[in-house]
């Protein structure tokens, strides 16, 4: 099958943000690559901003599928937490300008809906694995609290950005998810 125009410039757009961050992207720049006129971005996304968001989506869709692979090849729900975390830490670490563009002020999850579908299938993700750790009889509305406190801890000592951490920053990460794992089942 033939790939879009569309398809090509998302693409070329992810392979740009593996060494420069989206905020340095020039659209010029990826038309040129793709020797197409400086007004094919626009054509096909409109703005600039849409542009991003739809490249955040397909490099978060991406991130995505191999978080699912990853959950997928553990047995037990904390050992899928634990293979949650490590596939964003890896998107993070492989990734990064990709992952700054999905979570950053840049763009919203609004602004294509290749990002807003990439986003609600990433938090049902985190959705399916957290609630399989919880005990038996936690309802729902303490589900969504506990993803969000998950996710908040798992980002926020990931994106530490220049704080002095001790140890092993994703050692604390996967203690952090041992120790919201005792809290649960002790309640």
Same mark, same amino acid.
Request: glycine share 6%.
């Given at each position: 099958?033939?790939? *879009? =125009? %569309? ?12 060494? %420069? ?7 010029? %720049?990826?038309?040129?690559? !793709?020797?197409?006129? @400086? &007004? ?25 599928? &191999?978080?699912? +692979? ?5 047995? /037990?729900? =904390?050992?899928? !937490? ?9 998107? $993070?670490?492989?990734?990064? @300008?990709?992952?700054?563009? +999905?979570?950053?002020? =840049? ?12 986003? $609600? ?5 985190? @959705? ?12 729902? /509305?303490? $589900? ?5 406190? *998950? ?7 990931? *994106? !530490? ?11 604390? $990460? @996967?203690?952090?998810?041992?120790? !919201? ?5 002790? %309640?």
């Amino acid at each position: 099958m033939r790939e *879009t =125009l %569309q398809e090509r410039l998302v693409r070329t757009g992810l392979e740009l943000l593996a060494d %420069q961050p989206a905020e340095r992207l020039s659209l010029r %720049q990826l038309a040129e690559k !793709l020797d197409v006129s @400086h &007004q094919a971005p626009y054509v096909h996304f409109g703005s600039k901003r849409r542009f991003l968001a739809a490249v955040a989506g397909a490099g978060l869709r991406r991130a995505t599928a &191999q978080a699912k +692979a990853a959950v997928a090849s553990a047995a /037990e729900p =904390l050992a899928r !937490l634990h293979a949650l975390v490590d596939a964003y830490l890896r998107f $993070i670490r492989t990734q990064p @300008h990709v992952h700054d563009l +999905a979570y950053g002020p =840049l763009v919203a999850k609004a602004d294509h809906p290749l990002l807003q579908q990439a986003a $609600i299938e990433y938090w049902d993700l985190l @959705h399916e694995t957290v609630a399989a750790c919880q005990p038996e009889g936690t309802g729902e /509305e303490e $589900i969504l609290r506990r993803c969000a406190v *998950t996710w908040g801890t798992v980002y926020g000592l990931a *994106t !530490l950005d220049g704080a002095s951490v001790p140890g092993d920053r994703y050692a604390l $990460i @996967h203690e952090a998810v041992d120790t !919201l794992n005792q809290v649960w089942h002790s %309640q």
